[in-house]
């Protein structure tokens, strides 16, 4: 593995060749927002909050730091008041939806986000997918899918599937950074239709 | 039909076919487009085949299902060779005097003529009507000329022979260097230049095979050019693709076609076959050695598939959503693969630069945007349909001159152009130049659809729509797009219902911003273009809506309803 020598925040950073301008700022204690982002899964690029500027040929482009690759004398910048003005309306977008999420709660007040911007959401999801692409990557079973697209996305269990594997694993609510009861709201409504009816019963 | 096995038998072929042909024979075209046969083209057609037997002229007159030569808005169109004679909004109950008058007498039947609606001029010929004088047709003009279900037709209007040619004596370099020196552009809208992308898939050393895709998969409400191209004249877009995957290396080609048109993928399908049947596809092209087959692939709808990434994830089997990438699709596209992805019209003007060179493809339009430009033209004009205009003309002459002016008399209020991630110019801007610099300037997008808006529409509904349309075609993945076209929508439903408040236009253009910033595809990123140009160009038509509660053209409901009550009391 080679070395990469890039710039994060006016530090030089000696990364490992293949790693993300994220990973790359976590080993030097730089500390970069996340939500989609799991060590597990494969890179999301959902929530956009990690957003960074990466100064490359001379041009300032925006990127998402989970997905960046690090390139030799990288300049990036984490901090910066467009980067923050971004994230600022990012997370008042996903508030809401969950305004009394702790890992929104805790960047809200980082970023001074107002949690009462927007237009209050009929549900909590903000579509990170951690729950679905848990269940698809590692467990394997994708018994918890989006459906529907553009604004009326949701998750949704597959009853069928959800019937047989959700009672012992339930690995995902743990994983859901706003309200673990929204995952198990929508699984007991897909487990009541699987159940028989009295007609088969 | 046994394979044509090199050049010269195509060549031989053809003078063949065209010494079978009688130019002096009567001929009637019927337009057999999509719009043309929901307007009852084929039972015209139907008509004019048993009258003419009826006549008993079968074998001194023939009967053609033709492509679409662009005037949709006056369907069917009938044109009758040799003397080129167009016939507008034909009905079966016209058919016998047009069999008696025009092919028997070889007189004309003056109600079915284009009659200008300003000046009250008759046209006879196809090329004196306004509507085809001012256009400059390389890729549509044989249209109507030919059955767009029969390569003889194709091959004796000169069809092949770009390939012909390239085959008789251009290398792959040749061929590259010819439509880069055309300075042919991307006709999605990001103006890439065409030749420049075949040269880094030729030269990629990102692994074999290599593979082309053509892109119509035109997802832009109202917007038709494209698909109607490819049902017109498949032969075109096919000859295209074979010369491109020739100079590129590539040994698969893809049309990736929506299932919503059934027209145009049976055409591009048969297309193909005979194609194959010819020897123009398959094992040992024309006596080259060169290999390729090309598939039509049905995408599975869905607006956002257009986009570069979600359209190879869909090919690929997977869900067809965007992602970023680091990797140009010319070292690593469709599995992985070095891909040319181009838009459809992009292809369909390969054979005339390769049978023209490209000095005379040069000599149209502007320095840097060179060529024609296929449209949908729509909205309140007098004459929608299929146009193609050269570059470097201005959006005035295309609506006055092309269009013939606005509908009814009424006033021109803004060109939509680029679909919903384009933008909106006011009259003011009219003299804006059809080229992707000058478009830039003034936010507009080089997308195919273009839409003229008249006095009579709402520019704030307008915008609503193409939001609308966005929220529910997005792939929902991204914050910015799918939570902030959500919001956009909630302001807009409060303006337009007499809710609005002071601050709502400065969140929108807050929202906008960050979608522009950080959306993950440009989907995202283009949704706030209606928006933001309306903004730009017409916020005293948002503020009456706002601050007035009214709505100028009297098209949101419930801001029309106020004032009628507040008449009443």
């Known amino acids: ?201 | 039909m046994a394979k044509i096995k090199s050049p010269e038998g195509l060549e031989k072929f053809r003078q063949e076919l065209v010494a079978g042909l009688d130019p002096d024979m009567p001929s009637i075209s019927v337009c057999t487009g999509s719009s043309c046969l929901a307007f009852g083209a084929g039972e015209v057609l139907a008509a004019f085949k048993a009258e003419v037997a009826k006549q008993g002229l079968e074998a001194n007159v023939t009967t053609k299902a033709a492509g679409c030569p662009g005037f949709c808005e006056r369907g069917p169109v009938v044109v009758i060779y040799p003397e080129e004679i167009c016939y507008l909004q034909v009905r079966p109950e016209d058919v016998a005097e047009i069999v008696s008058t025009t092919i028997k007498e070889k007189k004309v039947v003056e109600r079915l003529l284009y009659t200008d609606p300003s000046t009250g001029e008759v046209a006879i010929h196809e090329y004196d009507i306004p509507f085809y004088k001012n256009q400059k047709r390389l890729v549509i003009n044989n249209n109507i000329k030919i059955d767009p279900r029969s390569i003889d037709d194709y091959i004796a209007v000169g069809g092949y022979s770009a390939l012909q040619k390239v085959i008789e004596g251009m290398t792959q370099e040749e061929v590259i260097e010819e439509i880069d020196k055309s300075k042919l552009r991307g006709r999605s809208g990001s103006g890439f230049p065409v030749g420049f992308k075949w040269e880094s898939c030729h030269k990629s050393s990102g692994g074999d095979p290599k593979y082309i895709i053509c892109n119509c998969h035109e997802g832009d409400p109202g917007a038709f050019a494209d698909r109607r191209l490819l049902e017109a004249t498949p032969h075109t877009v096919l000859e295209g693709m074979i010369i491109g995957c020739y100079a590129i290396g590539s040994p698969m080609g893809y049309i990736f076609v929506g299932d919503e048109f059934p027209q145009t993928v049976e055409n591009a399908r048969q297309a193909i076959r005979q194609a194959e049947e010819y020897g123009f596809l398959g094992k040992n092209i024309l006596g080259s050695g060169f290999d390729l087959t090309i598939e039509v692939y049905i995408d599975g709808g869905g607006y956002v598939l257009g986009e570069s990434t979600a359209l190879m994830a869909s090919m690929e089997g997977r869900i067809g959503e965007p992602r970023t990438k680091y990797d140009h699709g010319t070292d690593r596209g469709l599995w992985a693969k070095p891909t040319v992805l181009n838009n459809l019209q992009s292809w369909a003007n390969v054979p005339f630069i390769i049978n023209n060179g490209a000095e005379a493809f040069r000599a149209i339009g502007t320095e840097e945007s060179t060529g024609t430009r296929v449209f949908s033209l729509k909205g309140k004009v007098n004459n929608t349909g299929m146009v193609e205009v050269p570059m470097g003309m201005t959006f005035r002459e295309l609506i006055y001159d092309v269009g013939g002016g606005i509908r009814g008399g009424r006033k021109f209020k803004a060109l939509e152009a680029g679909g919903p991630m384009g933008g909106f110019i006011p009259e003011s801007l009219l003299d804006t130049k059809i080229d992707y610099e000058e478009m830039d300037q003034v936010d507009l997008a080089m997308g195919p659809g273009l839409l003229v808006i008249d006095e009579d529409t709402c520019i704030v509904d307008m915008v609503k729509f193409f939001l609308t349309f966005l929220a529910n075609e997005s792939c929902g993945k991204c914050t910015p797009c799918r939570e902030g076209l959500k919001q956009m929508l909630w302001i807009f439903d409060k303006i337009t219902t007499g809710r609005g408040e002071v601050g709502d236009l400065e969140l929108l253009e807050e929202i906008a911003a960050v979608q522009q910033e950080a959306a993950l595809c440009a989907l995202g990123q283009g949704a706030a273009g209606p928006l933001l140009t309306s903004l730009k160009h017409f916020r005293e038509e948002f503020d009456a809506h706002i601050m007035e509660k009214r709505c100028p053209a009297g098209v949101c409901k419930e801001l029309s309803q106020n004032k009628i009550y507040s008449q009443a009391r």
Not at chain 1, 51 to 67: F, H, N, Q, Y
Not at chain 1, 135 to 143: D, L, N, W, Y
Not at chain 1, 170 to 183: G, I, M, N, V
């Open chain 1, 1 to 201: 593995m080679g070395v990469v020598n890039l710039t994060i925040d006016d530090l030089e950073v000696k990364a490992e060749e293949g790693m993300t301008v994220l990973e790359a700022a976590q080993s030097v204690g730089i500390d970069i927002p996340t939500l989609c982002h799991h060590d597990k899964l494969q890179t999301y690029t959902a929530c956009r909050i990690c957003m960074v500027e990466v100064e490359a040929r001379g041009r300032i482009k925006l990127d998402t730091a989970c997905s960046s690759p690090v390139r030799e004398n990288m300049v990036v910048k984490t901090r910066t008041e467009r980067i923050m003005r971004i994230r600022k309306t990012l997370l008042e977008l996903m508030l809401a939806h969950a305004p009394d999420s702790r890992d929104l709660q805790d960047y809200a007040n980082e970023y001074g986000a107002d949690r009462k911007r927007f237009e209050k959401m009929s549900s909590f999801c903000i579509h990170c997918g951690l729950c679905v692409r848990y269940c698809a990557e590692v467990k394997k079973k994708s018994a918890v899918v989006f459906v529907g697209s553009g604004v009326s996305r949701e998750i949704s269990f597959v009853p069928e599937v959800a019937s047989k594997e959700c009672w012992n694993c339930k690995e995902c609510f743990e994983l859901c950074p706003t309200e673990a009861l929204q995952a198990a709201y929508v699984l007991s409504g897909a487990l009541i239709t699987s159940l028989p009816t009295l007609a088969e019963v």
